[in-house]
């Protein structure tokens, strides 16, 4: 069973830290690039990152660019996203995602397989 399994999130004071990973069961991520999406209440699913197959090209949304980092481990089959200097409007479900050809890497549309999500909350 093909499978993208994210973990790492949780509360986080502002200003702080955290470090998400996407972890693929079921096939291998070589050959894929990987996005991060965030969805938070009452507002849309948006891109945040992208990462391609090689490691080689990375993507940033405009709010989170100077912020968080991808990157990627093949021979762990692991997509991370590091976050920092958090803040309250990064608060959000954050899913990964796969495609093994992306054009428009912010376009969820272009994503074949999605893992279940996990909360990060940025409070005081």
């Known amino acids: 069973q093909l499978q993208l399994m994210e973990s790492g999130g949780g509360l986080v004071q502002p200003g702080g830290s955290l470090r998400l990973s996407c972890a693929a069961s079921g096939f291998t991520l070589d050959y894929s690039a990987i996005g991060w999406f965030r969805q938070a209440p009452g507002k849309e699913r948006e891109g945040v990152s992208c990462?391609?197959?090689?490691?080689?090209?990375?993507n940033y949304a405009d709010s989170v660019k100077g912020r968080f980092t991808i990157s990627r481990d093949n021979a762990k089959n692991t997509v991370y996203l590091q976050m920092n200097s958090l803040k309250p409007e990064d608060t959000a479900v954050y899913y990964c995602?796969?495609?093994?050809?992306?054009?428009?890497?912010?376009?969820?549309?272009?994503?074949?397989?999605w893992g279940q999500g996990t909360q990060v909350t940025v409070s005081s």
């Open positions: 995602a796969a495609t093994p050809n992306v054009v428009s890497w912010d376009d969820a549309y272009e994503y074949d397989y």
């Open positions: 990462i391609s197959s090689s490691g080689g090209s990375t």
